[in-house]
């Protein structure tokens, strides 16, 4: 998968996220923070992301986790804080943080821990989880979740 179609397709489902958090009724201030990244007002977004994430708030906590991750606004660089939000995020039950975390523990070598959560993102027949599980050669579970649950990707 190109660039350019991977950075629409994560465009895509950000933008799928919020609108499921306005939906659902999420605090204004995910909404605000996103206005704030989109502007390239990071500090603000995360000011915005942070109580939220302290709160458990799973989209928060992944959110922060991309702060981090790309080491933007004061934010610096640190992949151990994004791992360690993205796995909170993740363990909230949130799909996107799962294919994050995911990503980032095949860099640091975790597989193991990394086609786990993949092949349970999977099994709620998240596309992202299905797509890299296909690009590492790794075999695609039934989707058995999705019809006994709701999706959680707000």
């Not at 799928?16 to 605090?27: A, K, N, P, T």
């Not at 500090?43 to 922060?64: C, F, G, T």
């Not at 086609?115 to 039934?142: H, N």
Request: aromatic share 14%; net charge positive; with cysteine.
């Amino acid at each position: 998968m190109s660039t350019t179609k991977m950075v629409e397709r994560a465009l895509t489902i950000f933008t799928f996220i919020l609108f499921i958090s306005f939906v659902q009724g999420c605090s204004n201030k995910l909404e605000k923070g996103y206005i704030a990244y989109n502007s390239q007002q990071y500090d603000v977004s995360k000011r915005h992301w942070q109580p939220l994430a302290e709160k458990n708030d799973p989209a928060a906590q992944y959110l922060i986790a991309k702060l981090w991750e790309h080491g933007v606004g004061s934010t610096p660089r640190d992949l151990e804080k994004a791992m360690d939000l993205y796995y909170l995020s993740a363990n909230n039950g949130y799909l996107p943080a799962m294919t994050a975390l995911a990503r980032l523990q095949i860099q640091f070598n975790e597989e193991e821990s990394a086609f786990s959560w993949l092949r349970y993102a999977a099994r709620w027949d998240y596309e992202m989880a299905k797509v890299m599980l296909k690009q590492y050669g790794r075999p695609i579970p039934t989707a058995d979740f999705k019809t006994h649950h709701a999706l959680n990707t707000r």
